[in-house]
């Protein structure tokens, strides 16, 4: 099995920064990819930036140039930089581990993260 602990979420004011980690234990040479999905009050999870494991990433729109998603050598940590943060970023942070055994999907607990005007 696979464990995810999620750090990093604080109050921070727009145009701050702030850096998520995402630490994984257990069987983490099952880890196929990972990624940070976020989930505002009242709306639903959405997927931020994804990482695979030839490192090819992915990011949505609303955060492109802003953020930048790595992981160290061996899945032991995956990071999410968040520059120039707007009060839309706002929600809690997922993080979220793509398997290659049973359950297929790891989920963390969570971080918040809330960006002030």
């Known amino acids: 099995q696979v464990q995810l602990v999620e750090s990093g979420g604080e109050l921070v004011r727009a145009g701050g920064s702030l850096r998520l980690s995402c630490a994984a234990s257990?069987?983490?040479?099952?880890?196929?990819?990972m990624g940070w999905y976020r989930q505002a009050p009242g709306n639903e999870r959405e997927l931020v930036a994804w990482?695979?494991?030839?490192?090819?990433?992915y990011y949505a729109d609303s955060v492109k140039g802003r953020f930048t998603i790595s992981r160290d050598n061996a899945w032991n940590t995956t990071f999410l930089q968040m520059n120039s943060l707007k009060p839309e970023d706002t929600g809690v942070y997922y993080c979220?581990?793509?398997?290659?055994?049973?359950?297929?999907?790891?989920w963390g607990q969570g971080t918040q993260v809330t960006v002030s005007s």
């Open positions: 990482v695979t494991r030839a490192r090819t990433t």
């Open positions: 979220k581990a793509d398997v290659l055994v049973r359950p297929y999907h790891v």
């Open positions: 257990g069987s983490i040479f099952n880890i196929n990819a």
